[in-house]
């Protein structure tokens, strides 16, 4: 093969790789995106993990699986497939995560679930350090909305990646847990895995 052979080939590949990017955003747009999704033990429970091609969409807790299903689909797509190995990234993080080998998880999200105060809530409680809480109220403050501790609160109960995304990270003034999507027991879990002491 010649250098300019060489050259030639590249241009393909690049302009290939450009049309394959604008067929999934055109399949996107038309409900047509493949979410895979797969079980994972944990010490919490079991979870259920789903994926489409931008990331991690959601982790759900045991009992809210056949629901996280038929919200994706009618979300998403109607393309739910069952494929462990597309989300393997993921269990293996969270299982370094669950032994203590982990303290922040980098596979990618997909925030399609997620509105635009959602995800600045969000966005903020995934930069709290691993071991350390925030309140309410201070993340409220930190997104400019000082007096909507109870929204954020409302933001991190619909959260759709926990664990990933440590919404449990949240507390309310004092070191009372709040609350958790998962249940608080789950939460407890969770703040004493990372040696989080909530008194604030």
Known sequence: MTASNVGTAGVTAARLHTAVDGFRLR???EGLVDVAYALADS???PLLLAG????LVTVAFDGENTGVLDELAARLSPRILRDPARLDPVRRE???YFE????DFTVPVDWA??????RRVLDLTARIPYGEVSSYSDVARSIGAPRAARAVGNALGANPIPVVVPCHRVVRIGGDLGGYGGGLRRKEFLLSLE??????
Do not use: N, Q
């Open 27 to 29: 399949a996107r747009a």
């Open 43 to 45: 010490p919490i429970g």
């Open 52 to 55: 489409t091609d931008a990331g």
């Open 94 to 96: 969270l299982d370094a």
């Open 100 to 103: 203590g080998k982990l303290r």
């Open 113 to 118: 679930l997620v509105g635009p105060f959602g």
């Open 195 to 200: 040696g989080a002491r909530p008194r604030l």
